[in-house]
T-cell receptor, first 111, second 113 residues
């Protein structure tokens, strides 16, 4: 499974756009990039997944450059309730049964 | 659908005691997994199952047993609790090998004294 590197923490203010970048230099051809969100005292929640270029859903956007060695999770106009830990995971479809979590990025949204 | 349900939510054990953490899912998912999360850390895989009757070890399996007699249930047994097993335990399920989205339960906070 590809190793990922992401910032330990980030601060932002309400209403701003937040971009969290994840590095995955040894990503394999069959690997997808998946982001999870975890609030305190809760289990992780799937946010978004992509393979290449750009993916957008009602929660976030995921930007993946052509070389796929990094990806950026973009949260538009964050609110206090977006304060959470965000995890970047890389793996093929069969890896979902045994996910490998790093330490994630603690996003704190300030008023 | 209730999704993934874990019981109990909180538990305190004495060193040496045994107990079973329950996990049930009502989505007919093939895959189920157990993770532990220590303070300030990411989740680490304990055991997983790709179907009824099939289980395998994850990154940190020592001190834990699992079984999968039905598609719905995937209990985690602590054989002889140790303080090092104090953690938050999460159960997760995935529809099948073609899907990459995992659904997590709310967790069980276990303290071993």
């Amino acid at each position: 499974l590809a190793k990922t590197t992401q910032p330990i923490s980030m601060d932002s203010y309400e209403g701003q756009e937040v971009n969290i970048t994840c590095s995955h230099n040894n990503i394999a051809t069959n690997d997808y990039i998946t982001w999870y969100q975890q609030f305190p005292s809760q289990g992780p929640r799937f946010i978004i997944q992509g393979y290449k270029t750009k993916v957008t859903n009602e929660v976030a956007s995921l930007f993946i450059p052509a070389d796929r060695k990094s990806s950026t999770l973009s949260l538009p106009r964050v609110s206090l309730s977006d304060t959470a830990v965000y995890y970047c995971l890389v793996g093929d479809s069969g890896s979902a049964r045994q996910l490998t979590f790093g330490s994630g990025t603690q996003l704190t949204v300030l008023p | 659908n209730a999704g993934v349900t874990q019981t109990p939510k909180f538990q305190v054990l004495k060193t040496g005691q045994s107990m079973t953490l329950q996990c049930a899912q009502d989505m007919n998912h093939e895959y189920m997994s157990w993770y532990r999360q220590d303070p300030g850390m990411g989740l680490r895989l304990i055991h997983y199952s790709v179907g009824a009757g099939i289980t395998d070890q994850g990154e940190v399996p020592n001190g834990y047993n699992v079984s999968r007699s039905t598609t719905e249930d995937f209990p985690l047994r602590l054989l002889s609790a140790a303080p090092s097993q104090t953690s938050v335990y999460f159960c997760a399920s995935v529809r099948d090998g073609r899907n990459t989205e995992a659904f997590f339960g709310q967790g069980t906070r276990l303290t071993v004294v």
